[in-house]
């Protein structure tokens, strides 16, 4: 399929999104928002596909954010035909439902953020969707919508606290300030920080030991961890058990066995065939 405002590549099972509005430094417009839900569910239907790299073309950006002036166009549209004004951001067009956080979140694949530039507003809640963020040393990731009296509308305000804690995030969001990748590090932002030149080198590496694991173990253990943020231990512990009884066929299972079994010795002791 063909989109306008990205790029959507399969290389040996390693998907390649890229972002691809450079001359906007890759900022998220209404269209690009259609794009990724419509890339990430032709991902979750085609099996080839077993990991997506996430970035932005141009080496400069990752994502800037909200395309404002496609945004608060699009709100004044909107408002003509409802009568009431919207506030020109992405929270204007964000659906409960799907959207491209939610589709990067949901998605049945681990999905990397190659943060190549800086990753602001939009950009920071992108890679926040994402499963792991590995972070160009020359990068800066931020939340400034407060300094022009707005807040992050595309969860920033729920995800960012889910995975550094309130405090950092309240720090974050408070000040609008960027953070340099070494900052984000040491919160737990970004899962790695890399020399510019080997951040889709370190991503590809990720990546291609995750294609050694099984599929429906990928599957089931993002949807573990997502569910489980949102309930009480003992509820999480329930789905645990519910869901891993249920990931897998006895056969998959055995195709699993035997992949580990003929790459390591004590694997092959465990599950070799007797």
């Known amino acids: 399929m063909n989109y306008e405002t990205i790029i959507l590549e399969r290389k040996d099972g390693i998907g390649y999104l890229t972002l691809n509005r450079p001359e906007r430094a890759n900022t998220i417009s209404l269209q690009l928002m259609i794009d990724v839900v419509n890339a990430m ?14 970035t932005g073309a141009g080496g400069k950006h990752f994502c800037g954010g909200a395309d404002l002036r496609d945004f608060a166009e699009r709100a004044r549209q909107r408002g003509a035909n409802s009568g009431q004004p919207g506030a020109g951001g992405v929270g204007d067009f964000v659906s409960p439902r799907r959207d491209l956080f939610t589709a990067l979140e ?37 939340l ?9 509308a595309g969860g ?5 606290p889910r995975l550094v804690g309130a405090g950092i995030a309240k720090e974050m969001i408070f ?4 953070w340099t990748p070494e900052q984000a590090y040491r919160v737990g932002l970004v899962n790695r920080v890399v020399p510019a030149a080997d951040l889709m080198k370190a991503c590809e590496e990720i990546a291609r030991v995750y ?3 099984a599929g429906y173990a990928l599957k089931t253990a993002k949807a573990l961890i997502n569910k489980g943020m949102e ?3 003992k509820d999480g512990l329930a789905l645990e058990r519910k869901m891993i009884a249920e990931m897998a066929t006895p056969d998959e299972r055995r195709k699993a ?8 010795k004590t694997y092959a002791r465990i599950f070799g065939k007797t």
Request: glycine share 10%.
């Open 41 to 54: 569910e032709e991902v979750d239907k085609d099996p080839d596909y077993r990991v997506v790299i996430l």
């Open 106 to 142: 949901e998605s049945r694949v681990p999905v990397i953020a190659a943060i190549n530039g800086a990753a602001m507003g939009g950009g920071c809640e992108i890679a926040l969707a994402c499963d792991i963020r590995v972070v160009a040393d020359t990068a800066t990731i931020g």
């Open 144 to 152: 400034p919508e407060i300094r022009f009296g707005a807040l992050p």
């Open 156 to 160: 920033g305000t729920q995800r960012l």
């Open 175 to 178: 000040s609008g300030l960027p």
């Open 211 to 213: 294609l050694e694991r």
């Open 231 to 233: 309930m009480t231990l």
């Open 257 to 264: 066995q035997d992949a580990a079994a003929a790459t390591q």
